[in-house]
T-cell receptor, first 112, second 113 residues
Framework: DGGITQSPKYLFRKEGQNVTLSCEQN?????MYWYRQDPGQGLRLIYY???????QKGDIAEGYSVSREKKESFPLTVTSAQKNPTAFYLC???????????FGPGTRLTVT | AQSVSQHNHHVILSEAASLELGCNYS??????LFWYVQYPGQHLQLLLK????DPLVKGIKGFEAEFIKSKFSFNLRKPSVQWSDTAEYFC???????????WGLGTSLAVNP
């Protein structure tokens, strides 16, 4: 059963702590993306990766970091430098010769 | 910078009413256009897409969209909505060689039974 998994579904952290969100795909897709979704603000791109061991900043990369050590995995770390980390985080992937992005179920992060 | 504008932020309709959600983009070159839908509690999924050819594109669940190049628009339509169409709808554009999608802010549709 192919798809994208994000875990956990809900995550709670104290302010000042780093937290890592998981994203795994078994679709054999080359490209992976992290978005942040806030009410009324649509999807904003945080980071994306076209290939293993390479990634680029999106529009709102400050306070976030990523790694792409395996094709299947693209974890996102929300650092303590991110000023407003509470949000819904979506991971997506796509094949290199396609334009359609496939999305995971998302992780809702709450930082207090 | 390229941008995507969705004119309606919140739409409330009764079942069987017709739907049209506006989407305009700012890029003047070749574009690929998408509508995604996010049903309550579900993954964001592709509703329909336009790459080239017939500007009237049909998608899943009776939705269609028309690409009007002269108006930089890609409006989403459905002749008769159902309660199950209640969702958030996003328009997205990919321009030229850009590897990123540019997203609209989304339109929240509520269909009353």
């Amino acid at each position: 059963d192919g798809g994208i998994t994000q875990s956990p579904k809900y995550l709670f952290r104290k302010e000042g702590q780093n937290v890592t969100l998981s994203c795994e795909q078994n679709l054999n897709h080359d490209a992976m993306y992290w978005y942040r979704q806030d009410p009324g603000q649509g999807l904003r791109l945080i980071y994306y990766s076209q290939i293993v061991n390479d990634f680029q900043k999106g529009d709102i990369a400050e306070g976030y970091s990523v790694s792409r050590e395996k094709k299947e995995s693209f974890p996102l770390t929300v650092t303590s430098a991110q000023k407003n980390p509470t949000a819904f985080y979506l991971c997506a992937s796509k094949k290199d010769n396609s334009y359609e992005q496939y999305f995971g179920p998302g992780t809702r992060l709450t930082v207090t | 910078a390229q941008s995507v504008s969705q004119h309606n932020h919140h739409v409330i309709l009764s079942e069987a009413a017709s739907l049209e959600l506006g989407c305009n983009y700012s890029y003047g070159g070749t574009v690929n256009l998408f509508w995604y839908v996010q049903y309550p509690g579900q993954h964001l999924q592709l509703l329909l897409k336009y790459f080239s050819g017939d500007p009237l594109v049909k998608g899943i669940k009776g939705f269609e969209a028309e690409f009007i190049k002269s108006k930089f628009s890609f409006n989403l339509r459905k002749p008769s909505v159902q309660w199950s169409d209640t969702a958030e709808y996003f328009c997205a554009v990919k321009d030229g060689n850009n590897r990123k999608l540019i997203w609209g802010l989304g339109t929240s549709l509520a269909v009353n039974p």
